[in-house]
């Protein structure tokens, strides 16, 4: 059976948008992920800000590093995210995902998103389907 921090490992091989991103994995235990990433000038939108797309996409990688880590494929049933502070070019992002329920077909997380200055910039809730599969 593989370790949380082998399929994490895995999942992160495979990856593509978070390698893009440049999400870099900090911590990985049962049930949690804490990731960060380097906000870039491409990530703007028309607001001058960062797009909102960017603090989801991290919060949704978190969620994924968390509920799947077990080695049971799980797939995203639900999620929302409320944005507290804007996001700039230059910010460094960490998302930390807390297992909330884990369930047999179903899991629960709370993630949250803070900036450089330990400011919560959003927070994410997912619900996670588990299938009967293993991901490794």
């Keep these: 059976m593989p370790t949380s921090q082998q399929v994490v490992t895995h999942m992160m091989k495979n ?7 440049g999400i870099e994995v900090v911590e990985i ?3 949690y992920s804490k990731i960060k990433m380097t906000v870039r000038k491409e990530m703007v939108n028309g607001f001058g800000i960062v797009h909102g797309g960017i603090a989801f996409s991290l919060s949704d990688s978190a969620f994924a590093f968390a509920c799947n880590n077990r080695n049971v494929l799980s797939v995203a049933l639900d999620t929302s995210i409320n944005f507290t502070k804007p996001v700039h070019v230059g910010d460094e992002l960490t998302a930390e995902a807390l297992e909330i329920h884990n369930g047999k077909s179903t899991g629960l997380y709370h993630i949250s998103v803070t900036n450089q200055h330990g400011h919560v910039v959003a ?3 997912g619900t996670c389907f588990r299938t009967n599969k293993p991901l490794v």
């Design 15 to 21: 990856d593509l948008f978070s390698q893009w991103l």
């Design 29 to 31: 235990k049962d049930g």
């Design 123 to 125: 927070l994410f809730k």
